[in-house]
C-alpha cells in the first residue's frame, strides 16, 4: 500500500501559547508551545520517479518506511521568540506531533529519528530531489547532520491512533537560539518496518493547536551558551555569548582541577548583541566558560 493523501487544509497563523512557572526556589521559568512555521513530507517510491519530483507540502506528514517507498518529513520553526531573555537559559523543547495509524503503525519499534538540516529549504518546492526549485540536494532525500552521537533524538514508539509522540530536542534547539548554528530546521526519517504518518500544520479536521506539530520550549535562570570560532584570518580565537552584562567570562589552565576558575581578564567588545572576546594564540591550553554577572536576573 503506499499512503498518499491529500485532505483539505487550514494553516493556522503564527501563534504562541506562553506559561510562566514558579519553581521552588522562588525563580520563574517560562513555557511556550510554538507551532511549525513550515512542514512537508518529500517521497521515494522505486519504479515511479514522479514522487520523487513532487512537493507535498499540504498533505500528511510522513516516516513511513518499506522496501521500495521511503518518506520523510521536514519541520521549521520560528524561533525568534523562543530566544531566552536576560538571566534565562533553555532549559528543554520537545518536539510532538500526532500520530495516524491509517497506513499502519509502527509494531516493530523502527526507531524515528531527528536529524537537523544542513541548508534552506522552501516548504512550496522541496522534494526527494530538491531543496527548492532553484536548489538540489547535495544527497538526495535532504541534506542533514546530527550531533555529538548521531541523531539530535529518536523514538522506537508504537502509538495508538490520534496520540501524541515526543522528542527530546533541547540540544538542537538550543544550538539554535543561542546562535551557534543557523536554523533551517529538522529532517524525520525512520529505520524500515514503521507505517506511521503524522497531522500536519494544514490539517482541516483538527480543531485545536497542540494536535498539529509543536515545540514546547521552557527556559530557566542560566547563563547562555559559549561560542567559539576562529578569526578570520587571525588565527584567534573569537569567543562570544548571547547579551550583555549577563555573564562573565571564566577561564583556566586545566580542566580537570576543581575550584581555581577566575574571571577573564580579556576585554569584552559588544557586536550585534553579543558579548565578544578576542583570545590570542597561546601555547598552553586554556579553558574557558561563562558565569552569572554580578546583580544579573
Request: with cysteine; proline share 7%.
Amino acid at each position: 500500500m503506499i499512503p498518499i493523501k491529500r485532505p483539505g487544509f487550514c494553516r493556522l497563523p503564527f501563534l504562541i501559547a506562553t506559561a510562566s512557572v514558579l519553581l521552588a526556589d522562588g525563580a520563574r521559568s517560562e513555557v511556550l508551545l510554538i507551532p511549525a512555521e513550515s512542514d512537508a513530507r518529500i517521497i521515494h517510491i522505486a519504479g515511479a520517479p514522479s514522487y520523487q519530483n513532487s512537493n507535498y507540502r499540504d498533505d500528511i506528514l510522513s516516516v513511513y518506511t518499506a522496501v521500495g517507498n521511503v518518506q520523510r518529513t521536514f519541520l521549521r520553526f520560528d524561533l525568534s521568540a523562543a530566544v531566552p531573555g536576560n538571566g534565562m537559559r533553555l532549559a528543554s523543547a520537545r518536539l510532538t506531533l500526532t500520530a495516524s495509524t491509517g497506513f499502519g503503525g509502527n509494531p516493530g519499534g523502527a526507531s524515528m529519528e531527528v536529524w537537523r538540516v544542513t541548508q534552506p529549504w522552501l516548504e512550496s518546492e522541496v522534494t526527494w530531489l530538491r531543496a527548492s526549485a532553484a536548489t538540489l540536494w547535495t544527497t538526495p532525500g535532504g541534506d542533514i547532520a546530527g550531533g555529538a552521537h548521531g541523531p539530535f533524538a529518536a523514538s522506537t514508539a508504537n502509538p495508538a491512533d490520534g496520540t501524541q509522540i515526543s522528542w527530546d530536542v533541547t540540544e538542537l534547539v538550543d544550538l539554535w537560539v543561542e546562535g551557534i548554528l543557523p536554523n533551517h530546521g529538522l529532517l524525520m526519517l525512520s529505520a524500515p518496518g514503521n507505517g506511521l504518518t503524522f497531522r500536519q500544520s494544514e490539517a482541516s479536521q483538527v480543531g485545536d493547536l497542540v494536535t498539529r506539530p509543536h515545540l514546547v520550549v521552557e527556559h530557566a535562570p542560566g547563563v547562555p551558551r559559549l561560542k567559539a570560532e576562529l578569526g578570520a584570518g587571525t588565527g584567534d580565537a573569537v569567543l562570544s555569548w548571547r547579551d550583555i552584562g549577563t555573564a562573565v567570562l571564566q577561564e583556566r589552565a586545566a580542566i580537570a582541577v576543581p575550584g581555581d576558575w577566575t574571571d577573564s581578564p580579556i576585554p569584552v567588545e559588544a557586536g550585534a548583541g553579543r558579548s565578544v572576546v578576542q583570545v590570542g594564540v597561546s601555547a598552553a591550553p586554556r579553558f574557558f566558560r561563562l558565569r552569572p554577572a554580578d546583580g544579573a536576573p
